[in-house]
């Protein structure tokens, strides 16, 4: 349980640090390229996708972590999520 904490907070800290590409400096990477075929799954930003992800499968990152890490712990509440 703690450890599955932990690496939730690393990525939440993550999410909230900005973009280190040339141009998109002050933009949070506060989504992730989940897309099969991405050779370059990671977090990304709202730039990020338009100009290096145009296409493909983001999801907000908090939404990935709740479906992610929730997943597991809450397999018989998937109803808690529809309300959410
Ligand atoms: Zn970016
Ligand atoms: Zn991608």
Do not use: W
Not at 10 to 28: D, L, V
Not at 34 to 43: A, G
Not at 49 to 64: A, D, R, S
């Amino acid at each position: 349980m703690l450890s599955k904490s932990k690496i939730s907070d690393q990525i939440k800290q993550i999410s909230y640090s900005c973009c280190n590409k040339s141009s998109h400096e002050s933009e949070p990477l506060s989504r992730i390229c989940i897309d099969k075929q991405c050779k370059n799954k990671t977090l990304i930003c709202a730039l990020c996708e338009e100009e290096l992800h145009n296409g493909h499968e983001t999801v907000p990152l908090k939404f990935f972590l709740k479906n992610f890490y929730g997943a597991e712990s809450k397999k018989a509440k998937t109803s808690f999520e529809t309300h959410n």
